[in-house]
Nanobody, 122 residues
Framework: QVQLVESGGGSVQAGGSLRLSCAAS????????MGWFRQAPGKEREFVAR????????YYGDSVKGRFTISRDNAENTVYLQMNTLKPEDTAVYYC???????????????WGQGTQVTVSS
């Protein structure tokens, strides 16, 4: 089992930045692909970013490319999502996720955090 706890959400004006963190505990963090998803009210959950176990591979959703950066610190069992140039349409609950190697190739994650709210005002 892997437990994931997100932090860093909040309210920000359009054009601002936030950094989300996800602390993992349980099984060996470094062996997992990590990722972020988001879900806005009335919408389906959307893929945001994922990162391979050694940070060698990263992928982003089209709507966040060039603005968001995912990174991880295996020594700290933490994955980050740096969000810049935020837009009102980025408003959502952001979820941290962990999965096996297949997750980096588009498979589904296995574990989910509880989510953290990000609100971007215009």
């Amino acid at each position: 089992q892997v437990q994931l706890v997100e932090s860093g959400g909040g309210s920000v004006q359009a054009g601002g930045s936030l950094r989300l963190s996800c602390a993992a505990s349980g099984r060996t963090f470094s062996g997992y692909t990590m990722g972020w998803f988001r879900q806005a009210p009335g919408k389906e959950r959307e893929f945001v970013a994922r990162i391979g176990w050694n940070s060698g591979r990263t992928y982003y959703g089209d709507s966040v490319k060039g603005r968001f950066t995912i990174s991880r610190d295996n020594a700290e069992n933490t994955v980050y999502l740096q969000m810049n140039t935020l837009k009102p349409e980025d408003t959502a609950v952001y979820y941290c996720a962990a999965g096996p190697i297949a997750f980096i190739d588009g498979g589904s994650p296995t574990y989910w955090g509880q989510g953290t709210q990000v609100t971007v005002s215009s």
